[in-house]
């Protein structure tokens, strides 16, 4: 018995849709179809006077009082966050000055992500690390979602450890700030 021309193209069309969603992939997590960081609602990008080049350096051990917290830029102190994986939250405000240096901080809730999932962060982490970029990755309780990537003006909210979404924002944001990663700002990186 052949197939009738509607069954093949059902069977055509099924194939074609398998094939795409392979193409396309879901992310590291398995949850869903691959949808592009830029595309995601939930990116917050700022341009405003707390993202110029003019920003404000606190006297040493001074505080900052953010608009958002963790925060994407402002004032933040002379001194910045070296690049690494910790194991406490480091101060906002040196994490900043790393920030305004082209370095993204990976923000985790702790209570939000088990142990496994911590693990695959850190692996990810250190991978960019790796490569030379300048990461920072940190835990942080009130982040409200489980974790948060931030660059310079950029900050993104995960449910989970997605590799590629990672990847992509290191693609799109890393490097992308007022000074360049050349001068200083995230000492242990290169």
């Known amino acids: 018995m ?3 021309v509607s069954g093949r193209l059902l069977a055509l069309l099924i194939g074609c849709a398998a094939l795409a969603l392979s193409a396309c992939g879901g992310d590291s997590a398995g949850s869903g179809t691959w949808i592009d960081i830029r595309d995601r609602p939930e990116l917050e990008i700022y341009d405003n006077e707390h993202t110029t080049n003019q920003q404000i350096h606190l006297v040493a051990g001074q505080t900052a009082d953010y608009t958002v917290i963790p ?3 402002e004032e933040h102190s002379p001194i910045p966050q070296p690049c690494g994986a910790y194991a406490a939250t480091p101060t906002f405000e040196m994490v900043v000055h790393a920030l305004e240096h082209g370095a993204v901080a990976i923000w985790y809730s702790p209570d939000d992500l ?5 693990e695959a962060l850190t692996a990810i982490t250190a991978k960019h690390f790796e490569d030379g970029d300048y990461v920072i990755q940190a ?3 009130a982040l409200g979602a489980p974790l948060m990537l931030i660059a310079w003006g950029v900050r993104l909210p995960l449910d989970n450890v997605e590799e590629r979404a990672i990847d992509q924002f290191f693609d799109e944001f890393h490097d992308d700030a007022p000074e360049p990663l050349a001068a200083g700002g995230c000492p242990t990186a290169r």
Request: aromatic share 14%.
């Open 139 to 141: 835990p942080y309780g």
């Open 2 to 4: 052949t197939p009738t």
């Open 71 to 73: 925060p994407y830029g």
């Open 114 to 118: 088990g142990a496994d999932d911590i």
